[in-house]
């Protein structure tokens, strides 16, 4: 690759250059003269050549050397995810004591006018959080967060371990259809439904070998409660990822979903509160 | 090279555009949306630092965190593929040496690596591709580090100023530590 005629060295394209050029690091000028060259000199086209060769061969041995250690992203996604949830509640308590301060640091008048306005919000703030607590509760006792276990005992097809993993989460999550989703909404005895109050959910996921049948599907509310259908959708992932990654047992993964999943998000997240409350 | 310029500069605008009202929720879906864009090329140099697989993990989401941190603090925006290599070119360093420290350090398994070369259909030409892989591969292992990092962010598809930010050299030290590696490979292919 790198001899050099004598007799045409200074017209000849130096190394650095054909490399540059190849990434496109030439300024204009230069690149052009490169070009021409190039068209004219079979000896420096044939060193472009064996340049490019070495930059593939480069390329395919090291995507060779760690692709295959990779581990699959949806576990590491989700955990990344409850972080930034986390450090995001964070921020914001932070905000308050910033507010706070900000008070104590103002003059006289202030110092009265503002905890009455302080006051006159957090009656009104308390106010709407009681109603939104209220509803919330009231609500949390017409369908459940969890669902009926008389109803929704859970479904499983016989699985191994490769087969499930082997399909990224995202792919196997499909729609249910529109009579199964009614009559699940019957089962459950809610009338009405709009699309968007309700996710028919899996109780125990695809992704862990739960199947598409009505002993595996119930409505799930969208609604802000605490434990939601995003906060169930983190657990799935979780729970895949720690199958895949062979801590955990399949089987124990099915069944601790199934009995109760927030108790399971409780356990494999170490925490009482979903970490993506926030968002 | 044209396509190169609009893979680095394509996805930030929308994103930055989305995210500059600055709701915290915007900013968590696009720190998301750029881990699942940069998560692999990030995680491939990590473990090309030689840490293991769960501590360059660890280090992706550290590096994560801080870009959730760096846009909260609405800092610049500006070259984000460049700033993400270099904090976990930093972050992975340190780590390095407190696993060295603490005599923890493993080296990579080849052999591990070899068998999880892409399948060929041909058995013979399956072994040639293996054994150039591992050839190249013990050229890279004995090139100086710089140079190492230098062609590892290459491949990961970093432009010469933002491997120039990474590693704090100059363009021309690049491109000569570049064509420096590229000859030593090219010899042990037998060009």
Not at chain 1, 58 to 78: K, S, T
Not at chain 1, 89 to 106: D, P
Not at chain 1, 157 to 173: A, D, G, K, N, Y
Not at chain 2, 79 to 94: I, M, P, S, T
Request: net charge neutral.
């Amino acid at each position: 690759m790198l001899h050099k005629n004598p007799h045409l060295s200074m017209r000849h394209i130096s190394d650095e250059d054909l490399v540059r050029y190849a990434d496109g690091e030439l300024p204009s000028h230069r690149a052009a003269e490169v070009e021409t060259h190039l068209k004219a000199c079979w000896d420096c086209r044939a060193r472009m050549e064996d340049t490019q060769s070495t930059i593939t061969g480069f390329v395919r041995a090291h995507h060779a050397e760690f692709d295959g250690q990779l581990p699959p992203a949806a576990g590491p996604r989700a955990l990344l995810r409850a972080r930034l949830a986390q450090l995001d509640s964070e921020r914001r308590v932070e905000w308050w004591k910033r507010v706070l301060q900000f008070r104590f640091a103002l003059p006289g008048v202030a110092v009265v006018g503002l905890p009455l306005i302080a006051l006159a919000i957090g009656i009104l703030w308390f106010r709407h959080a009681t109603q939104r607590e209220w509803r919330s509760a009231t609500a949390l006792f017409d369908t459940g967060v969890a669902p009926n276990r008389g109803l929704t005992p859970g479904a499983t097809r016989e699985v191994t371990i490769s087969e499930v993993c082997s399909v990224p989460h995202e792919q196997v999550v499909g729609g249910v259809s529109d009579s199964l989703r009614q009559k699940v909404l019957q089962e459950y005895g809610i009338a009405n439904a709009r699309p968007e109050d309700y996710e028919i959910d899996y109780l125990i996921a695809p992704q862990l070998g739960g199947t598409e049948d009505i002993r595996n599907l119930w409505p799930e509310p969208y609604r802000d409660y605490v434990w939601n259908a995003r906060v169930k959708d983190a657990l799935e992932e979780r729970l895949h990822e720690l199958v895949c990654s062979g801590q955990l047992d399949l089987h124990k993964a099915q069944h601790d979903i199934a009995t109760d999943w927030i108790a399971a998000y409780k356990k494999y997240f170490h925490t009482n509160k979903p970490l993506s409350l926030s968002s | 090279m044209p396509r190169m310029d609009s893979l680095n500069e394509l996805p930030f605008p929308p994103l930055a555009a989305a995210a500059r009202e600055a709701e915290p929720s915007a900013i968590e879906r696009e720190v998301i949306a750029l881990y699942g864009q940069f998560r692999d090329p990030l995680l491939r140099y990590a473990l090309s630092l030689d840490l293991p697989v769960h501590d360059a993990e660890e280090v992706i989401q550290e590096v994560f965190l801080s870009l959730f941190r760096h846009l909260q603090l609405r800092r610049s925006r500006a070259h984000l593929r460049g700033w993400l290599f270099r904090v976990a070119h930093n972050l992975g360093l340190k780590q390095l040496y407190v696993n060295q420290r603490s005599n923890a350090k493993t080296t990579p398994d080849w052999a591990r690596a070899m068998e999880q070369l892409d399948p060929s259909p041909d058995p013979e030409e399956e072994l040639l591709s293996a054994q150039r892989h591992h050839r190249l591969q013990a050229v890279v292992q004995a090139l100086p580090e710089n140079d190492q990092h230098c062609l590892r962010l290459r491949a990961e598809g970093l432009r010469y100023r933002e491997i120039a930010a990474v590693l704090g050299m100059s363009l021309g030290a690049v491109s000569i530590s570049l064509t420096r590696s590229l000859a030593r490979l090219a010899r042990a292919d037998g060009r």
